[in-house]
Structure formats: structure tokens, C-alpha cells
């Protein structure tokens, strides 16, 4: 069936702007859950994934993947044989996720981050190594922030992070509950200037401390 001119100018247009148009969409449907309209730099990127163990990551999680601003990172640093689940409620992301990431190791997954322990366990894992999050923990809905923080602290395994960048340093009142360690920073690197946050979840097993902090001197 040929096209209609209305849908060749659709294609048209998606081709062109590609993951810019696709990013600003769902801000504009979903603004409390995409956080900004800017995706990351490479250099906040490099910040952030640099305290990653990538020798010992089997399972990656990341929450709110949009359209991939990390995943191409990510999946350049991980294993063979690891695995990447990405998280998000967002059905264009992830049916865009879904058709341009052909990497066998990436599980974009519709759901809910706070469903993250069954997400995870339904994927064939018992926890996880590492989960990244953008998502702005300060304006989710009343009661979901804490949820995730909690549902990510069981899912860890002893000696994992969960690795968040924020535009705002609240995001360290929905963290210290679960996670006794946290390590901080400023990217200013980035539009705008962004917090980030490495949560360790504690190794009782290890006689080795966790990664000292870098950067320092952002308040909680």
C-alpha cells in the first residue's frame, strides 16, 4: 500500500531529527519523569560510568534509558557474556530502543524502576551489579522515590552501586536510608550543571573498603 504524503513527511521528519525528536516528545508527554530536555554529554557519561567495575558486572540496570544516551557506553565497556536491562515506561522509547540497539546483551523492558526486584528475577537473575538512574527523583509522584531507592537497595549485590545523576542534590534524601555509603560529585560539564551520586550497597564479606570518593563537597 503506498504511503500517504502525511505519513511520508512523518518518516521524513523522524528520520531527520531521529532520537532529538523522539527525547522532546516524551518530555513534553511525560516531563516529572524524563527530567530534562537536554540529553547527557559524553563527558557527565564518563563521570558517571567510571566507578563501574566492569570486569566483575554480570547484570546492569538502568532506569529510564530515554533514547539510549548511555546505552551505546555502556554497552562499548560490558562483557560478552553480561547483560544490560533497561527499564523504562515509556513505549516509544522503548519500541525505539527496541529497533535500534542490535546488541544481544540489551533487554529494553516496559515497566516500573519500583518493579525492578521481579523485572530482574523475571530476566533470569537473582540481583543486580549496577543500576544507573536519571530519573528526577524530586518531583516523582509522592511515595515512588523511596520505593525505588528501597526496591534497588535489595536487588544489589553486596558491594553494588546504584548510580544516579540529578539536578537537584535532594535526591541524597531518598538514598541514605538504604545506602550507607555514598560518594558524590559535580559534572559542570553539562546543561545544565548535574549531581552525581555512586550509592554502595555494603559488602559484610569483603575485608576491602569501597571506592574512596573522587570528587566531594556537594551537601545532601
Same mark, same amino acid.
Given at each position: 500500500? @503506498? $504511503? /500517504?504524503?502525511?505519513?511520508? !513527511? ?6 531527520? =531529527? *531521529?532520537?532529538?525528536?523522539? +527525547? ?14 537536554? @540529553? $547527557? /554529554?559524553?563527558?557527565?557519561? !564518563? ?6 567495575? =566492569? *570486569?566483575?558486572?554480570?547484570? +546492569? ?160
Amino acid at each position: 500500500m @503506498p $504511503s /500517504t504524503p502525511a505519513a511520508s !513527511r512523518k518518516l521524513t521528519m523522524k528520520r531527520r =531529527w *531521529g532520537p532529538w525528536a523522539l +527525547f522532546f516528545k516524551g518530555f513534553l508527554k511525560h516531563p516529572v519523569m524524563v527530567g530534562s530536555i537536554i @540529553p $547527557s /554529554t559524553d563527558t557527565l557519561i !564518563r563521570h558517571m560510568l567510571s566507578r563501574v567495575d =566492569w *570486569g566483575a558486572c554480570k547484570v +546492569f540496570v538502568e532506569y529510564g534509558p530515554g533514547v539510549g544516551t548511555f546505552t551505546p557506553h555502556i554497552l562499548a565497556r560490558l562483557a560478552p557474556d553480561a547483560t544490560y536491562i533497561a527499564i523504562d515506561l515509556n513505549p516509544d522509547f522503548v519500541d525505539y530502543l527496541s529497533s535500534t540497539m542490535a546488541d544481544s546483551r540489551f533487554r529494553p523492558i516496559l515497566g516500573s524502576a519500583a518493579d525492578v526486584e521481579q523485572i530482574v528475577r523475571d530476566s533470569g537473575f537473582a540481583q543486580a551489579d549496577y543500576v544507573l538512574s536519571g530519573l528526577p527523583f524530586s518531583t516523582l509522584p509522592s511515595g515512588v522515590g523511596p520505593a525505588i531507592a528501597a526496591a534497588t537497595a535489595r536487588i544489589l549485590r553486596p558491594g553494588g552501586a546504584f548510580l544516579v545523576y540529578q539536578y537537584r542534590a535532594k535526591v541524597c534524601d531518598f538514598l541514605s536510608p538504604y545506602f550507607p555509603k555514598i560518594d558524590r560529585a559535580i559534572e559542570f560539564w553539562n546543561i545544565p550543571p548535574c549531581f552525581l551520586f555512586w550509592a554502595w550497597k555494603p559488602d559484610p564479606s569483603s575485608a576491602l573498603p569501597l571506592p574512596d570518593s573522587a570528587d566531594s563537597g556537594v551537601a545532601g
